[in-house]
């Protein structure tokens, strides 16, 4: 093990995994029950950078803090009302970054929400699964933790480090609004672990 780990065999790879954060490990995927909760779901618009027209995409989440971690933004490639957008980029709101909108005709459903989808990869597994399907690609994205292992946001957060994940949303939400970024809030029956 350490000949092969010393030769650049065996090293540490970025992976998905489901988090405890009061044990402070990892957790299989066959020991987390899934529960119906009555939530809320929040359209943010993401400004599209260069555009003269004030174009911008809509996208629906249930957990918005998570957006401080997006790497990309992604429609599908013969959706009329987004494919002229991709290669482009759009201002993450709330942070100074850009993020490329890429094309992923597997992730995203045209016919559900807005038809565009935000790309967590450290935070969701089929965002983590859209990261490893664009590796090695020209529109290869980034995937980037924003949480620290006791559940709290990290450097990556931005203003919103050092926060837990409820209190950072309620702040995030008050951003969005404050900013006039945030299109829609509405209730919404999601599935938690």
Same mark, same amino acid.
């Given at each position: 093990?350490?000949?092969?780990?010393?030769?650049?065999?065996?090293?540490? /790879?970025?992976?998905?995994?489901?988090?405890?954060?009061?044990?402070?490990? #990892?957790?299989?995927?066959?020991?987390?029950?899934?529960?119906?909760?009555? /939530?809320?779901?929040?359209?943010?618009?993401?400004?599209?950078?260069?555009?003269?027209?004030?174009?911008?995409?809509?996208?629906?989440?249930?957990?918005?803090?998570?957006?401080?971690?997006?790497?990309?933004?992604?429609?599908?490639?013969?959706?009329?009302?987004?494919?002229?957008?991709?290669?482009?980029?759009?201002? *993450?709101?709330?942070?100074?970054?850009?993020?490329?909108?890429?094309?992923?005709?597997?992730?995203?459903?045209?016919?559900?929400?807005?038809?565009?989808?935000?790309?967590?990869?450290?935070?969701?597994?089929?965002?983590?699964?859209?990261?490893?399907?664009?590796?090695?690609?020209?529109?290869?994205?980034?995937? *980037?933790?924003? *949480?620290?292992? @006791? /559940?709290?946001?990290?450097?990556?957060?931005?203003?919103? #480090?050092?926060?837990?994940?409820?209190?950072?949303?309620?702040?995030?939400?008050? @951003?969005?609004?404050?900013?006039?970024?945030?299109?829609?809030?509405?209730?919404?029956?999601?599935?938690?672990?």
């Amino acid at each position: 093990f350490f000949r092969l780990f010393r030769a650049g065999k065996i090293f540490r /790879g970025k992976r998905l995994v489901n988090w405890d954060t009061q044990l402070r490990t #990892a957790v299989a995927d066959d020991e987390i029950y899934y529960e119906e909760i009555q /939530g809320h779901l929040w359209t943010n618009t993401y400004p599209v950078t260069g555009s003269t027209s004030g174009e911008a995409l809509h996208v629906a989440t249930t957990r918005p803090e998570t957006m401080l971690g997006d790497t990309a933004v992604a429609v599908h490639s013969q959706d009329p009302r987004w494919n002229w957008a991709i290669g482009k980029f759009v201002k *993450l709101p709330l942070t100074d970054r850009l993020i490329p909108i890429i094309a992923d005709d597997i992730l995203v459903d045209p016919k559900f929400g807005s038809g565009v989808v935000k790309v967590t990869p450290a935070h969701d597994p089929n965002d983590y699964a859209v990261y490893q399907r664009h590796l090695g690609k020209p529109d290869e994205i980034e995937i *980037l933790n924003i *949480l620290n292992p @006791d /559940g709290t946001l990290n450097q990556h957060a931005g203003k919103y #480090a050092g926060m837990k994940r409820e209190p950072a949303r309620k702040k995030v939400v008050e @951003d969005l609004t404050a900013q006039g970024l945030l299109a829609k809030e509405e209730p919404y029956e999601t599935q938690v672990g």
